[in-house]
């Protein structure tokens, strides 16, 4: 199967056929990728060099003169690395643009922390009006790339993974899909967690909701669930930073009595790097640890009852 990353430049190189709104602005990683499309719109494929400062001010440019900027690079250096620029030049100036990610927490372990990024969607967060996309499966990926790109001139990151589920659902943009319905809590699979989730939680009554738009957080969905299970307990996997999104469940459930548990990428950094399956059981996002961590939480009552 392709990776989420292999879709991105054929699936984009369309979109720049189709729209003459459409430009992309890269900073050398991703290039080759492009280098026929380059040829083709010359104007629109953008490579600044290895000057992540610039893809954010140029794509910023490109959205002033009424384009759709579709900006790409590793996560690390999309987000963290220019986000002065992104507060300012897109948020500041109230202009829309594409980012699209590669790396995501830990996908290239072997180029150490400097490319891993497990903070960006909690860094994005501390702006306004970001949508923020988290595909699990190829397929969701193009969905949401062409979500993106038509999204008028919405701000939209699109977060992608070589890590995935092993199907593809249907996703819509905005919404969290029901997968597993259960009484004794919900669990929220972000991504390309959802298989590690759904092995975890195998014999447990408990509904799992699956999120690939992120931000707006879909509170509706969540209290739909709540409403439907005995206790108000509700735990969030993530594929990121621990607790990301453990505020806007808080915020949808605030009338109601609730826990909420945060699972993620942990804070300490891990210097021994090794392979994405090792960092995934060193932060507790395999499915054993994951069974453990949510049946925890939990309680007994999580056990399906049997006749």
């Not at 400097?114 to 960006?120: A, F, I, L, V």
């Not at 994005?124 to 988290?134: C, E, K, Q």
Request: glycine share 10%; aromatic share 6%.
């Amino acid at each position: 199967m392709d990776t989420m990353r292999d879709r991105f430049a054929p699936v984009v190189s369309r979109l720049l056929d189709e729209d003459p709104r459409v430009a992309v602005v890269l900073a050398e990683i991703g290039k080759d990728a492009f280098a026929e499309t380059m040829r083709e719109h010359p104007d629109r494929v953008i490579n600044v060099g290895i000057r992540e400062q610039l893809l954010v001010g140029a794509g910023a440019g490109l959205a002033l003169a009424g384009m759709r900027p579709v900006v790409h690079t590793f996560a690390a250096f999309l987000v963290e690395r220019p986000f002065e620029q992104l507060k300012l030049d897109f948020g500041h100036q109230g202009l829309g643009c594409v980012l699209v990610s590669a790396g995501a927490s830990f996908d290239w372990p072997a180029g150490g922390f400097t490319h891993m990024s497990p903070g960006d969607v909690a860094l994005l967060d501390t702006l306004a009006d970001w949508t923020v996309h988290v595909p699990g499966h190829p397929d969701e990926a193009e969905t949401l790339l062409r979500h993106a790109v038509a999204a008028g001139n919405d701000k939209v990151y699109v977060r992608l993974s070589v890590q995935s589920n092993s199907r593809a659902l249907p996703v819509d943009g905005a919404r969290f899909l029901t997968v597993r319905e259960g009484r004794a809590g919900v669990v929220i699979a972000v991504g390309p967690l959802l298989d590690q989730v759904l092995a975890a939680t195998e014999g447990l009554d408990v509904t799992v909701l699956y999120a690939t738009t992120v931000r707006p957080f879909d509170g509706r969905a969540l209290r739909r669930a709540v409403g439907d299970a005995e206790a108000a307990d509700v735990v969030i996997v993530e594929p990121y930073l621990a607790g990301t999104s453990t505020g806007a469940a808080n915020d949808a459930l605030a009338d109601v009595p609730h826990r909420v548990l945060g699972l993620g990428v942990g804070r300490r950094e891990l210097r021994r790097y090794g392979q994405i399956e090792e960092h995934l059981a060193a932060h507790g996002l395999d499915a054993g640890s994951l069974r453990e961590r949510i049946g925890g939480f939990l309680g007994e009552r999580a056990r399906v009852r049997t006749p």
